[in-house]
């Protein structure tokens, strides 16, 4: 299981850090990612990282301005998100994908563990 917290209100300009820890280590060898879905829209990717955190990959509209870490020892992924936009006003979803250790899939199909999401509110 994922659980992703870190999520709030905040003004634009300002920054957030968002946390998904996986209950348990085997998630350490597999892509992790964040995704995002805003009311009315589809979810859409935000960021991914590789099993030893040595690629990445972002979105355009967050490249630049957020951070995907990751401490396998603690089993969590981490988002530093900075500079943000109302655009990023969305419910983030941490995701995993047994399918892959290295290449990260920027859409949803690949993923079978989803968190249950954490708000994300940036006020202009």
């Known amino acids: 299981q994922l659980q992703a917290f870190g999520g709030g209100l905040v003004q634009a300009g300002g920054s957030l850090r968002l946390s998904c820890a996986a209950s348990e280590r085997t998630f350490s060898t597999y892509v992790m990612a964040w995704f995002r879905q805003a009311p009315g829209k589809e979810r859409e990717f935000v960021a991914g990282?590789?099993?030893?955190?040595?690629?990445?990959s972002y979105a355009d509209s967050v490249n630049g301005r957020f951070t995907i870490s990751r401490e396998n020892a603690k089993t969590t992924v981490y988002l530093q998100m900075n500079i943000l936009k109302p655009d990023d006003t969305a419910v983030y979803y941490c995701?995993?994908?047994?399918?892959?250790?290295?290449?990260?899939?920027?859409?949803?199909?690949?993923?079978?563990?989803w968190g249950h999401g954490t708000q994300v509110t940036v006020s202009s």
């Open positions: 995701a995993t994908t047994r399918s892959s250790s290295y290449f990260i899939p920027r859409n949803t199909g690949p993923y079978d563990y």
């Open positions: 990282i590789s099993r030893t955190g040595g690629s990445t």
